[in-house]
RNA sequence: CGGGAUAUAGUGCAACGGCAGCACGCUUGCUUUGGGAGCAAGUAAUCCCAGUUCGAAUCUGGGUAUCCCGACCA
């Protein structure tokens, strides 16, 4: 893509009352905009980010069995009072249309997939079922705050999982776990994410849910200092050891949920009699689990973790392009360079602006923060090449033209 | 929802109750091109509704919005 074609500009700087680290940074960069407080526009490098993410998502969603769909955000009120959550959720978004008749805006879906799942499954032989979706959920949120992080409305990944016995849902679960891991690994959050055992509501003595240290977060957890599984405060008074371990030794950090996973039971799959037939030819209840991700909340604890005091330092596996390409001066060279980036399908922002100055597109790819820079000047070519230069490092080095493909690659 | 703070140009900031100003951005022209270029001329604003006052961006009341703390939160 040409920056000079680029609808959306750099700011120097961030609005007044915006305090939270992610909402600067990608706002300053061009990355969202903000309509109001819990919505975000997500603009074309934003949306860059959110793809990656999803298609991450979605590989490891593909390979636990996951079939997508897409479920409606506007929802009956009659599904959710089969489950009585039309009473008694709190964050629910009530709307009326013309004739008074009331919906519900969706802030999650199992009052949808249930019925859903109860018109085709039939036979201990359909399960394990698992379907998922990235779909907007809304939550009236009394206060959306963090930057990108608690938003009222926002994209999430639910997929919802349908066995035949408990042993079956725990069996899923724990690959549900792995590729969870996975998710997060590939994201470049890894490192900081902990496992974390967190309240399981009425319905389940525990869930668990993915913590990632960093300061912005609102949750506080407990690490296990010998085994690295977390307990959230929220359960630490019933917990005196490490559930997994056994230690009694924990660090406190300050955290923000990047993911949750729930084993729901019959919970769901009760009010709408969702049941099938067992080998004995017996009615048996459904049981099932959930597993959420909210893509804007984990794009936002990326920035997060990842940042310095020029702008975004994104992992490769997330970043809008892979590579940066900024011409300094007019040269015939960049124009080809960046041809040839295109040709082996390597995802480039080729800064092509005549009335920009140096230092101005210094600034810029620094706040935008793609992995690879690369510049292209009479300097350069000079020296015997482009310039290139990675994101997190510091030195940067002159590497031939032919040889440049295969530098990045 | 309780508490606190804030609201002036597209963005960031100034202005004693008395002519709304600066920087960046944007437009035009000339110059410039390796870390947010220079000169010149332009462009553009007091959140809303009342009140006090000769006079309100400034004081008072109400509203709205945003941020922060708390509560809430599969």
Redo the contacts with the bound molecule.
């Keep these: 893509m040409r920056q000079s074609q680029l609808f959306t500009?750099?700011?120097?700087?961030?609005?007044?009352?915006?305090?939270?680290l992610n909402?600067r940074l990608l706002i300053?960069g061009g990355f969202v905009d903000?309509l109001?407080?819990?919505a975000y526009t997500i603009l074309p490098l934003g949306l860059r980010v959110m793809k990656k993410i999803e298609n991450i998502i979605r590989e490891e969603m593909n390979a636990i069995g996951g079939q997508e769909i897409f479920m409606p955000s506007l929802q009956p009120k009659e599904n959710w009072e089969t489950t009585g959550r039309w009473k008694t959720m709190?964050?629910l978004y009530k709307v009326k249309d013309a004739s008074d008749r009331e919906f519900a805006l969706g802030?999650?879906h199992?009052e949808i997939v249930s019925p859903l799942a109860k018109k085709f499954l039939n036979s201990y032989k359909d399960l394990p079922f698992a379907a998922y979706q990235f779909q907007n959920k809304f939550?009236m949120?009394?206060?959306?705050?963090?930057?990108i992080l608690?938003g009222r409305e926002f994209l999430m990944k639910d997929l919802y999982s349908f066995h035949i016995s408990q042993e079956n849902l725990d069996e899923y679960y724990e690959k549900a776990k792995i590729a969870y891991k996975n998710i997060f690994d590939r994201a470049g959050i890894g490192e900081k994410t902990y496992l974390t055992f967190a309240?399981g509501?009425?319905?389940s003595k525990y869930?668990h849910e993915f913590q990632t240290e960093t300061e912005a977060g609102?949750?506080i957890i407990f690490v296990c200092a010998s085994c690295n599984m977390a307990i959230n405060r929220e359960i630490k008074d019933e917990i005196a050891h490490c559930p997994e371990c056994q230690n009694h030794a924990f660090h406190e950090k300050k955290a923000v949920e990047v993911g949750?996973i729930?084993k729901?039971g019959t919970?769901?799959s009760a009010p709408f009699d969702l049941t099938v037939m067992n080998e004995k030819g017996e009615k048996v209840p459904v049981i099932m689990g959930?597993y959420?991700i909210g893509l804007q909340r984990l794009m936002g604890t990326i920035v997060e973790l990842s940042s310095d005091e020029?702008?975004i330092i994104w992992p490769e596996s997330v970043a809008p392009f892979q590579v940066h390409l900024i011409s300094?001066?007019k040269n015939e060279g960049a124009e080809k360079i960046h041809k040839d980036l295109q040709k082996n399908n390597i995802e480039v922002l080729f800064d092509d602006r005549?009335?920009?100055?140096?230092?101005?597109k210094?600034?810029?790819?620094?706040?935008i923060g793609i992995p690879w820079?690369v510049?292209?000047?009479?300097?350069?070519l000079a020296?015997g090449g482009v310039?290139v230069?990675k994101r997190n490092e510091k030195e940067?080095e002159i590497v031939e033209i032919e040889k440049l493909i295969e530098k990045i690659k």
């Design positions: 500009k750099t700011q120097k700087n961030a609005p007044a009352g915006e305090m939270s909402a300053r903000k109001m407080a819990g709190d964050d802030p999650t199992e939550r949120e009394l206060r959306a705050k963090s930057g608690r309240s509501g009425s319905f869930s609102e949750d949750n729930f729901l919970k769901y959930c959420g020029n702008g300094l001066g005549d009335d920009t100055s140096a230092g101005a210094f600034a810029d790819a620094d706040l820079r510049v292209v000047s009479e300097k350069s020296s310039e230069k940067s």
